[in-house]
Structures are given as C-alpha cells and as structure tokens.
C-alpha cells in the first residue's frame, strides 16, 4: 500500500524560508512522478511543483518559479519542496502526490496517491 507522509510545515514570517518533505512508501516509484500541490482556505487545490522520479525532470507553476525547488532523495524514497522568499500568499495546506506513468505535471486527477498534507503559514 502507498504511503505518502508530508512533514515540515509551520509558521514561517515573509522572506523566510521552509522545506517540506514527502516520504514515499509502499513500492518502488521509478515509474512514477511526484506532485506538490496546495489549496488555501476557501480556493481550489493548485499544482506547485512537479518532478519525474526517475531522471529528475521539474515542473513548475508560474507563481513559485525562481523560489521554490523540487528535488527527490532516491536513496530515502523522500520528495523535498525547498520554499524560499516565502509570501503570505503561499500560505495554504501543501499536499505530496504520486502519480503513474511517470506524469509530473499539473492535472491533480492524474494523480493516484496523496498525503494527508501539512499546513504553511506565512505572517506579514
């Protein structure tokens, strides 16, 4: 059974920085890719950042590009979203998601497995 357990949520002042991790159990994910998404209070859950399990190959959306890093662990089986210049705007409960057939993009339907999320919260 997949597994997919985010950690290192919190509260985080504007500029500031955090690192989210996602750790990935239950099979081997070399054919997959992995999602980060977010929903914030009131709004539809949105892509963040995609990244292919096996090569490596990134995806972002447009509002995170230039300070956010996607980046996966193979040896840990961890997916890690570094979260940088940080605005209250990107505030939200983040979510790691798994998906086959090595897709990493922005559909959240193609994702078959999701963690339970954990929450972000930017001050001003």
């Known amino acids: 059974q997949v597994q997919l357990v985010e950690s290192g949520g919190g509260l985080v002042q504007a500029g500031g920085s955090l690192r989210l991790s996602c750790a990935a159990s239950?099979?081997?994910?070399?054919?997959?890719?992995m999602g980060w998404f977010r929903q914030a209070p009131g709004k539809e859950r949105e892509f963040v950042a995609g990244?292919?399990?096996?090569?490596?190959?990134?995806k972002y959306a447009d509002s995170v590009k230039g300070r956010f890093t996607v980046s996966r662990d193979i040896a840990k089986n961890t997916v890690l979203l570094q979260m940088n210049s940080l605005k209250p705007e990107d505030t939200a409960i983040y979510y790691c998601?798994?998906?086959?057939?090595?897709?990493?993009?922005?559909?959240?339907?193609?994702?078959?497995?999701w963690g339970q999320g954990t929450q972000v919260t930017v001050s001003s």
């Open positions: 998601a798994a998906a086959r057939n090595f897709y990493y993009n922005s559909e959240h339907g193609k994702y078959a497995y």
């Open positions: 990244i292919s399990w096996s090569i490596g190959n990134t």
């Open positions: 239950g099979r081997t994910f070399s054919s997959y890719g």
